[in-house]
């Protein structure tokens, strides 16, 4: 069993920045896909961001490409997502996940596809 445990989120005024981090025990972020997904109210959970066990492949929803940047510090056992130029759309209940399966270049935009999720950290965005 991984634990997935994100950092606290925060309330930033639109055009700032956020950085969340996952921290994971048990096993390391190495051997695992990792991912954030989102939910705001009244919404679907959807991705926002993965990257694969090796980190040479990222993926983004195209909402957030080229202001949110997914990583990962094996060192410290910890993954992470830049935000930066926020929006009040981006306002929602931010998840880390991972998942086990898949080749070390396989990102996953589907929520089922992982195994494990962090409880989720608010974040707020405000005009």
């Known amino acids: 069993q991984v634990l997935l445990v994100e950092s606290e989120g925060g309330s930033v005024q639109a055009g700032g920045s956020l950085r969340l981090s996952c921290a994971a025990s048990r096993r390391t972020v190495s051997t695992l896909r990792m991912a954030w997904f989102r939910q705001a109210p009244g919404k679907e959970r959807e991705f926002v961001a993965g990257?694969?066990?090796?980190?040479?492949?990222?993926s983004y929803a195209d909402s957030v490409k080229d202001r949110f940047t997914i990583s990962r510090d094996n060192a410290k056992n910890t993954a992470y997502l830049q935000m930066n130029s926020l929006r009040p759309e981006d306002t929602a209940v931010y998840f880390c996940?991972?998942?086990?399966?898949?080749?070390?270049?396989?990102?996953?935009?589907?929520?089922?596809?992982?195994?494990?999720w962090g409880r989720g950290t608010q974040v707020t965005v405000s005009s």
């Open positions: 996940a991972a998942g086990v399966s898949g080749t070390d270049y396989y990102v996953s935009y589907d929520s089922d596809y992982y195994d494990y």
């Open positions: 990257l694969s066990k090796n980190s040479y492949k990222t």
